[in-house]
């Protein structure tokens, strides 16, 4: 599903990633932890297309990420990746219906089947009643919940997700990592998630080490 090979980045005289290889299977739930600096946000933004590394490749669903145009990686990103911040990033302004539907009129979808797909997720999340409610509305779990639906819309292959729980209380936080394994069961997809959350960690299928740029060799 994801190839990783030899990837380096850097940020002027700074080398945050010194070489990087990994691979991650279909419908794998990977975490990456390791210290503030680590590189774990830049290799994140790396799989997920949003940065480039400086050498090595990425190959997600049998496609190199790194040799494709800016217009074709657009395309790619909307099609097949899908995104949780920390902080929800819901739209202030749309219900959180629209919020969920917005990368489906991006990726060209009809309005009528990006609704479908929308409300399938929010029945799914068990938010069907609060679906025309805007965020300022919603608690955060509800907000996170919507955001995590909104990565699902286009039905990408890989969800890449940067300290998903951190803005959560403990509750929140556990219905959350339950999400995933649920998504991973009902749909398929593959779970990237950078944590310092150690429950979390422990809960996903395989846990990656990282430090000073470079995966511990046992991960």
Known sequence: MIEITNITKSFGSLQVLKGIDLSIGRGEV??????????????????????????????????????????????????????????????????AIENIMIPAFIGGQSKAKAKERAEELLRFMGLTDRGHHKP?????????????????????AVILADEPSGSLDSQ???ELHQLFFDLRQQYGQTF???THDETLATLTDRTIHMKDGLLNPLS
């Open 30 to 95: 990977v975490s990456i932890v390791g210290p503030s600096g680590a590189g774990k946000t830049t290799l994140l933004q790396i799989i997920g297309t949003l940065d480039r590394p400086d050498t090595g490749t990425v190959r997600v669903d049998n496609v190199d990420v790194t040799s494709l145009s800016q217009k074709a990686l657009s395309d790619f990103r909307n099609r097949h990746l899908g995104f949780v911040f920390q902080f929800h990033q819901l739209l202030p302004e749309f219900t």
């Open 136 to 156: 300022a509305e919603l608690s955060g779990g509800e907000k996170q919940r919507i955001a995590v639906a909104r990565a699902l819309v286009n039905n990408p």
């Open 172 to 174: 929140n936080k556990q």
């Open 192 to 194: 990237v998630i950078v």
